[in-house]
Nanobody, 125 residues
Framework: QVQLVESGGDLVQAGGSLRLSCVAS????????ILWFRQAPGKEREYVAG????????YYANSVKGRFAVSRDNAKNTVYLQMNDLKPEDTAVYYC??????????????????WGKGTLVTVSS
């Protein structure tokens, strides 16, 4: 069994930066892609970014491309999401999840497993 715990969410002003962490425990996730999703109040969950098992392939939603950067440290069983130039529309709960078959780009719901409980990012204007 894998547990994912996100952290690093906070209240930040527009234009600011945050780094989210996703720490895995229970067993290693170094063989799997890890994806980041977010869900804003009243909106559906949306894909944000993903990284393949080695960290060599990274993918981003158009809405965050050029501002967010995903990375991983398999020795620490941790995946990061560096968020720069934050905008009020980035306000959401951010979740990480294991993708058991993918390479970092979101393809299918059924491949996702072991969701974290999320961390809240609030960006004020």
């Amino acid at each position: 069994q894998v547990q994912l715990v996100e952290s690093g969410g906070d209240l930040v002003q527009a234009g600011g930066s945050l780094r989210l962490s996703c720490v895995a425990s229970g067993r290693s996730v170094s063989n799997y892609a890890i994806l980041w999703f977010r869900q804003a109040p009243g909106k559906e969950r949306e894909y944000v970014a993903g990284v393949n098992w080695s960290g060599g392939s990274k993918y981003y939603a158009n809405s965050v491309k050029g501002r967010f950067a995903v990375s991983r440290d398999n020795a620490k069983n941790t995946v990061y999401l560096q968020m720069n130039d934050l905008k009020p529309e980035d306000t959401a709960v951010y979740y990480c999840v294991v993708d058991k078959v993918g390479s970092g780009w979101y393809v299918m719901e059924s491949a996702l497993d072991y969701w974290g409980k999320g961390t809240l990012v609030t960006v004020s204007s």
